[in-house]
């Protein structure tokens, strides 16, 4: 089976950074494509940045210029590099993925367990 494991989240002061790491494991033939999503208490899922199909990359204006996504297939690994963290940046972030199961271009979709991003002073 193909998993996503994400890590990389904790506490980080204001201003900080963090580098979130969303790892795909099983047997693999490439990504079509990947995202990193956030949820706050009590609000619904957002997309953060994406690495849609055909390599466009897409951020959500709250984090354009601070946040960077990038994707390192040999590694099976898509990050997702935060910087000038705020403190409405704490949520649960999960990475989800279309990832190519075999050469015929079946593909599997599935979402990480998420990994909780808290920035407090």
């Known amino acids: 089976q193909v998993q996503l494991v994400e890590s990389g989240g904790g506490l980080v002061q204001p201003g900080g950074s963090l580098r979130l790491s969303c790892v795909a494991s099983?047997?693999?033939?490439?990504?079509?494509?990947s995202g990193w999503y956030r949820q706050a208490p009590g609000q619904q899922r957002e997309l953060v940045a994406e690495?849609?199909?055909?390599?466009?990359?897409n951020y959500a204006d709250s984090v354009k210029g601070r946040f960077t996504i990038s994707r390192d297939n040999a590694k099976n690994t898509v990050y997702l590099q935060m910087r000038s963290l705020k403190a409405e940046d704490t949520a649960v972030y999960s990475c989800s993925g279309v990832l190519y199961i075999d050469q015929l271009g079946s593909t599997w979709y599935g979402w990480g367990p998420g990994t909780q991003v808290t920035v407090s002073s």
């Open positions: 099983g047997s693999i033939f490439g990504w079509d494509e």
């Open positions: 690495i849609a199909s055909g390599g466009n990359i």
